[in-house]
Each structure stands twice: as structure tokens, then as C-alpha cells.
């Protein structure tokens, strides 16, 4: 593995699928191709596009292959997603999008066999949030479909069996609001035995581990190195953690964001969580358990935003701070700390500037609302698309009254992250630290504004 210097890292998101090189040199990316992840409406259910991601996949990893050397494959997903294979290695049912409401019509029956959260630290959540209450509908709706299942892969392992054909289990995956897993005995949750399904799941393996080189057929169709390892994979926000777990000094946060806000604490307080306000327990690439917190930032941010331009300058950061422009909880209902809240503007609704700022704004005291629930201590690192957004860094800092530190050069955690599955790097990432503004005040006295505002309006 000592070789090992460029990793074609999958990066499957909900919204987009990116494929990257990183360089584990400087930990860059050296080169980049995305598309985005529709999911298909037709069939039994919404579902992922399997074939067009395994295109994509394919068809990428050959012009990487073209352009620069590839040591290594690695992967990393969203989670809440399985794959049901049957034993020749097919697709018995289509990928279910979590999405989807289907799994709400079994929910009284499921939450008769579900365990509870005390045991997994997986908080009850909508549609198919949770992997059990799927596997359950699927199971239940579809009985001679899943009664072929041979294995069940979460996201991440599937496509390392796409490329090397071995079956593996990874406990990120399975520790991620799931109903799966007992983080604290790092075994399956008893709602596994209790379904049969434990016979299902393949052996375990580290993220780390390298599940074995890619098939000839992957051969023939990139062009790569038949001895290409690939690593077992992990699922995305915990890719965004795993740098940090490796190079710094308890406490600190990670906050990974993009379509979902992750809001991980290391070493903090060791609060009770509570599974209604979707704080939860997710399992590090260590097998450790990790208090998080959760919203849909990145899809409320779209909402938000459709249709407006997302320039802004300082005169609208000052307005929005004066005139205490305020977009409160919650924009996406069911999920986040607000979950049963109806937001909206108070006052009238700004545009262009000014609704970046406010939004922006928005966003990272949803965020300091989040780290405060699970016990956050130290530095606050944000990792994905809202590291580039100085509004809602200078924001988060003020809230939290704690430093705020942002991953320098292009590159997102995910993808950085799930390199580092397949060697170490040369240098650790370089980094800058959020300083203090000229309207630290002013942003203090907005964040407890808001804060008021929202306690006035109640849970």
C-alpha cells in the first residue's frame, strides 16, 4: 500500500455522483467528473438509476485511467441505501430511493418489531430514512422478490461488489440511522434476528480493507491495471470525519455539509440525545459511536434560493444584520432539529443579496442549533459546498462563540476522506481558521435574536 499515491475515489451523493482523483501527496484532486443523481420514477417504486451511475463510474474511471496513473479505487455514499442481490449477483428489486413514502404505509407494524433508539441511536424518521423500516416494507410488499435476496449491500459495499464481485458489510453504512446496528456492542440491532435478516448481511470488513482487484470485465471496459485494489468504502459524512479523527486533538466537530448538514461531535459533552430533534448516534470508520446531528441544509438552501441570484456583497450582509432579516425553522418539515416547525420570513421576504445572506444565516444557526445538541466542543471544522460561503462561516462562528475552520484548496471531505481508506498522505490538509469581523457584534445580537424568536414560537 506504500505505493499507493492516486485513488479514484466514487463518490456517490444524493443529489450528485462525482468521481475524483486525489493525489495523497498534497491531498488535491487532481481531476474531476460529476453528474447528477436522478433517481427513475417509473417501476414499483422511485429508484436509483443503477445503470446510468455504472456508466458513469465506468466511462469516468477510463478517462482518469488515460490521464493519469490510478493506484487505487475507493468509495463513498449517501446513506439509508441497499442494494438487494440475489446469488447470481443481480439486482432482485430495484434500489429503493429513501425518499419515497412507501415504507410509511407499514410504519405501526414496523415499529411493533423495531428496536428501540436507546438500544441503536437510531432516531425514528420519515419514509425510508431509516434502512430497516425498507427492508421491512420491501420484505412485506414484495415477499417472492426479497424471498431471492442472497445478500443485502449497503451502498458504498455494493459497488465495490459491481467492481471486484466480493461481498463485504462496513459498520459506517450500517451505523447510520439504520435500525441495523448496536453501536455500543457493535453487533446487529436485535430488529435483525427478529426479521431473520442476519443471514443476509455479509461479513464485515473495515473501511480499509481492500475487498480485492477489479474484474476482468472492469478491465476490459477502462482500460486499468487488472491488480487495481478497492477498498471496502464508507459512508460520506463519515468520510468527512475521518481525516480529522486522524490528525487532531479531542474535542472538535466535524460539520459535513451538502444536500444533508452532519453535525459530529468528537469529545464533547455526553449529553442525552433526543431521537425526536434527529440527533443520533453514527459509527466511525474505528467502529466508534459518534453523537450527530442533522438537517437537510443543502435542499432547504435550494428551495430557498430557487430562482434568486446568489451574489452578495458586504452592504448586504450590514442590511440583513440591521434590519434583522430572519428566515426561521423549518424550510424541509420532518427532519432536523425542527422537525414539526413550519418556517418561514418574518417581515418582508428579501431577494437577491440580501436572501443569500439571510439564508445563509439561517443555515449556520440551524447548525449551531445542531452542534449544541449533541455536546460540541473545540474547533468547528465544515467540510463540503458550505465551506465557500462566508456569510454562514462568520455566522456559525458568532453563534457558537467557538473558532470555525475551513479545509484550504479545492477538494471536498468526502472524497479526501475516502482516499485516505487506501494509504496515508504526505501532508496533512492545510486548513484556515475563520477570524473574528468587523461585525461580530452585530452578528451575536442576531444570533440571539433568532434564538429568541424561535423559542417564542415553541418546538
Same mark, same amino acid.
Given at each position: 500500500?506504500?505505493?499507493?499515491?492516486?485513488?479514484?475515489?466514487?463518490?456517490?451523493?444524493?443529489?450528485?455522483?462525482?468521481? *475524483?482523483?486525489?493525489?495523497?501527496?498534497?491531498?488535491?484532486?487532481?481531476?474531476?467528473?460529476?453528474?447528477?443523481?436522478?433517481?427513475?420514477?417509473?417501476?414499483?417504486?422511485?429508484?436509483?438509476?443503477?445503470?446510468?451511475?455504472?456508466?458513469?463510474?465506468?466511462? !469516468?474511471?477510463? *478517462?482518469?485511467?488515460?490521464?493519469?496513473?490510478?493506484? =487505487?479505487?475507493?468509495?463513498?455514499?449517501?446513506?439509508?441505501?441497499?442494494?438487494?442481490?440475489?446469488?447470481?449477483?443481480?439486482?432482485?428489486?430495484?434500489?429503493?430511493?429513501?425518499?419515497?413514502?412507501?415504507?410509511?404505509?407499514?410504519?405501526?407494524?414496523?415499529?411493533?418489531?423495531?428496536?428501540?433508539? *436507546?438500544? &441503536?441511536?437510531?432516531?425514528?424518521?420519515?419514509?425510508?430514512?431509516?434502512?430497516?423500516?425498507?427492508?421491512?416494507?420491501?420484505?412485506?410488499?414484495?415477499?417472492?422478490?426479497?424471498?431471492?435476496?442472497?445478500?443485502?449491500? &449497503?451502498?458504498?459495499?455494493?459497488?465495490?461488489?459491481?467492481?471486484?464481485?466480493?461481498?463485504?458489510?462496513?459498520?459506517?453504512?450500517?451505523?447510520?440511522?439504520?435500525?441495523?446496528?448496536?453501536?455500543?456492542? /457493535?453487533?446487529?440491532?436485535?430488529?435483525?434476528?427478529?426479521?431473520?435478516?442476519?443471514?443476509?448481511?455479509?461479513?464485515?470488513?473495515?473501511?480499509? =480493507?481492500?475487498?480485492?482487484?477489479?474484474?476482468?470485465?472492469?478491465?476490459?471496459?477502462?482500460?486499468?491495471?487488472?491488480?487495481?485494489?478497492?477498498?471496502?468504502?464508507?459512508?460520506?459524512?463519515?468520510?468527512?470525519?475521518?481525516?480529522?479523527?486522524?490528525? /487532531?486533538?479531542?474535542?472538535?466537530?466535524?460539520?459535513?455539509?451538502?444536500?444533508?448538514?452532519?453535525?459530529?461531535?468528537?469529545?464533547?459533552?455526553?449529553?442525552?440525545?433526543?431521537?425526536? /430533534?434527529?440527533?443520533?448516534?453514527?459509527?466511525?470508520?474505528?467502529?466508534?459511536?459518534?453523537?450527530?446531528?442533522?438537517?437537510?441544509?443543502?435542499?432547504?438552501?435550494?428551495?430557498?434560493?430557487?430562482?434568486?441570484?446568489?451574489?452578495?456583497?458586504?452592504?448586504?450582509?450590514?442590511?440583513?444584520?440591521?434590519? *434583522?432579516?430572519?428566515?426561521?425553522?423549518?424550510?424541509?418539515?420532518? @427532519?432536523?432539529?425542527?422537525?414539526?416547525?413550519?418556517?418561514?420570513?418574518?417581515?418582508?421576504?428579501?431577494?437577491?443579496?440580501?436572501?443569500?445572506?439571510?439564508?445563509?444565516?439561517?443555515?449556520?444557526?440551524?447548525?449551531?442549533?445542531?452542534?449544541?445538541?449533541?455536546?460540541?466542543?473545540?474547533? @468547528?471544522?465544515?467540510?463540503?459546498?458550505?465551506?465557500?460561503?462566508?456569510?454562514?462561516?462568520?455566522?456559525?462562528?458568532?453563534?457558537?462563540?467557538?473558532?470555525?475552520?475551513?479545509?484550504?484548496?479545492?477538494? &471536498?471531505?468526502?472524497?479526501?476522506?475516502?482516499?485516505?481508506?487506501? !494509504?496515508?498522505?504526505?501532508?496533512?490538509?492545510?486548513?484556515?481558521?475563520?477570524?473574528?469581523?468587523?461585525?461580530?457584534?452585530?452578528?451575536?445580537?442576531?444570533?440571539?435574536?433568532?434564538?429568541?424568536?424561535?423559542?417564542?414560537?415553541?418546538?
Amino acid at each position: 500500500m506504500a505505493a499507493i499515491r492516486h485513488v479514484a475515489v466514487i463518490d456517490i451523493g444524493k443529489t450528485n455522483a462525482k468521481l *475524483a482523483l486525489v493525489d495523497l501527496e498534497d491531498l488535491s484532486e487532481v481531476a474531476v467528473r460529476k453528474m447528477p443523481n436522478r433517481p427513475l420514477a417509473g417501476g414499483p417504486y422511485p429508484h436509483h438509476d443503477i445503470e446510468a451511475l455504472w456508466s458513469f463510474i465506468l466511462d !469516468g474511471l477510463s *478517462a482518469l485511467g488515460r490521464e493519469h496513473p490510478v493506484d =487505487a479505487i475507493s468509495l463513498t455514499t449517501h446513506g439509508a441505501t441497499a442494494a438487494l442481490v440475489g446469488a447470481a449477483g443481480d439486482l432482485v428489486l430495484p434500489v429503493l430511493d429513501y425518499e419515497h413514502d412507501g415504507p410509511d404505509g407499514l410504519r405501526e407494524e414496523y415499529e411493533a418489531v423495531r428496536s428501540p433508539f *436507546a438500544e &441503536t441511536g437510531s432516531p425514528k424518521l420519515p419514509n425510508g430514512l431509516n434502512l430497516g423500516a425498507q427492508l421491512f416494507w420491501l420484505e412485506r410488499t414484495f415477499p417472492d422478490a426479497f424471498g431471492r435476496v442472497h445478500a443485502v449491500l &449497503t451502498y458504498p459495499q455494493f459497488w465495490g461488489y459491481r467492481l471486484t464481485g466480493i461481498a463485504a458489510g462496513e459498520v459506517t453504512s450500517l451505523g447510520c440511522h439504520s435500525d441495523l446496528w448496536n453501536p455500543r456492542k /457493535r453487533d446487529y440491532a436485535s430488529l435483525v434476528d427478529r426479521m431473520a435478516w442476519r443471514a443476509l448481511f455479509p461479513p464485515l470488513r473495515r473501511a480499509d =480493507a481492500v475487498l480485492g482487484p477489479i474484474l476482468p470485465d472492469v478491465v476490459n471496459r477502462t482500460g486499468l491495471d487488472p491488480a487495481t485494489p478497492v477498498v471496502c468504502g464508507i459512508h460520506d459524512s463519515n468520510a468527512s470525519l475521518l481525516p480529522h479523527l486522524i490528525t /487532531r486533538n479531542q474535542p472538535f466537530a466535524v460539520v459535513s455539509t451538502g444536500t444533508w448538514v452532519i453535525a459530529m461531535a468528537v469529545g464533547g459533552d455526553d449529553l442525552p440525545l433526543d431521537p425526536a /430533534r434527529d440527533t443520533l448516534i453514527n459509527v466511525n470508520a474505528h467502529g466508534d459511536p459518534v453523537p450527530s446531528a442533522r438537517f437537510m441544509g443543502g435542499r432547504e438552501f435550494e428551495r430557498v434560493m430557487e430562482g434568486a441570484g446568489k451574489d452578495w456583497r458586504e452592504n448586504d450582509l450590514r442590511a440583513v444584520l440591521s434590519e *434583522a432579516v430572519m428566515l426561521l425553522p423549518s424550510v424541509e418539515g420532518g @427532519t432536523g432539529p425542527y422537525p414539526d416547525r413550519q418556517g418561514g420570513w418574518t417581515g418582508a421576504e428579501p431577494v437577491e443579496g440580501r436572501r443569500f445572506v439571510a439564508a445563509s444565516f439561517y443555515l449556520a444557526l440551524m447548525t449551531a442549533t445542531c452542534l449544541d445538541l449533541v455536546g460540541a466542543r473545540g474547533q @468547528t471544522v465544515v467540510e463540503g459546498p458550505f465551506a465557500a460561503n462566508r456569510p454562514y462561516l462568520s455566522m456559525l462562528s458568532a453563534a457558537t462563540g467557538r473558532p470555525v475552520v475551513v479545509q484550504d484548496g479545492g477538494g &471536498t471531505g468526502t472524497s479526501l476522506g475516502a482516499a485516505l481508506l487506501a !494509504g496515508m498522505p504526505g501532508t496533512a490538509p492545510p486548513s484556515a481558521i475563520i477570524g473574528p469581523t468587523g461585525e461580530d457584534e452585530a452578528l451575536r445580537r442576531y444570533a440571539k435574536l433568532w434564538k429568541e424568536k424561535v423559542a417564542c414560537a415553541g418546538r
